[in-house]
């Protein structure tokens, strides 16, 4: 990008040209089987994702080692087996960096060091029932790789609302910035949230349920159809979807 912009100044590039040269220079290709956006950490904050399931190991493998390669920001692979991640850390080597694996979230960030900083904010995160925590793991993942604290608080949900109330007042003690809320079933818990918070509610359904709530879309619906203002919701099962967003709202003020 330097060298772009140098010749931009010295009069060797117009301005149409050094912009097409920036955005090539965004790309990295691995083999025609991946694209990967190299500049997303300087433009976002957040460093480039990984989508692992239905990826064969050969790609995935290969997109990781041409990443890291290339790249000195963290990578993140989620919904990846265990099974898979110990094949990684065979292949790229146990000391060659740092490992850090969230088994329940299925979640993977591979680091080239630690850089430890101040928290620059702090995201409540809840679940309804402890079958969800899988998905809110992976939000307070992502939550913390972009540098804000997480506050949890498992199994909280409207089939024993007592349990809610005193965490909710935990946490808004707490100055939390936002609420991140997942749930499955009937999917009513961000509802409740957001009638009593004055800070933006992430509603994450997830795939707990059975009969008509199998799969997530009865959760799904009854957040959209939300009546509590204040709410958003991302897609099912979405925990990476939601600590993202979580991250752009408190950055952005």
Excluded: W
Aim: charged letters at 25%.
């Amino acid at each position: 990008m330097k060298d772009i912009l140098e010749k931009l100044v010295n009069g060797e590039l117009n301005v149409e040209e050094a912009e097409t040269l920036l955005k090539a220079d965004n790309i990295l290709e691995f083999d025609d089987i991946a694209q990967f956006d190299i500049k997303r950490n300087e433009r976002t904050g957040f460093p480039e994702a990984v989508f692992s399931p239905s990826k064969d190991y050969e790609d995935l493998i290969l997109i990781i080692k041409r990443y890291l390669e290339s790249n000195d920001d963290d990578l993140i692979i989620t919904k990846l087996s265990h099974e898979r991640y110990e094949k990684i850390i065979d292949d790229l080597g146990k000391d060659s960096y740092i490992y850090d694996y969230n088994r329940r979230a299925q979640i993977l960030i591979i680091r080239h060091e630690i850089i430890k900083k101040d928290p620059i904010a702090k995201i409540g995160i809840i679940t309804a029932g402890t079958s969800d925590i899988n998905i809110a793991e992976e939000a307070r993942v992502i939550v913390e790789e972009g540098g804000c604290e997480a506050i949890t608080s498992y199994d909280i949900g409207v089939a024993g609302i007592h349990r809610l109330f005193p965490q909710i007042a935990h946490m808004v003690r707490e100055g939390v910035r936002a609420f991140i809320v997942c749930a499955g079933m009937e999917g009513a818990l961000p509802s409740v949230v957001a009638g009593l918070v004055d800070v933006p509610v992430i509603g994450v359904p997830t795939s707990v349920g059975y009969g008509v709530g199998e799969g997530g879309r009865v959760a799904l619906d009854a957040m959209l159809q939300s009546c509590a203002p204040g709410i958003a919701v991302v897609n099912i099962d979405n925990g990476f979807g939601a600590g993202v967003f979580a991250l752009t709202i408190v950055r952005s003020d």
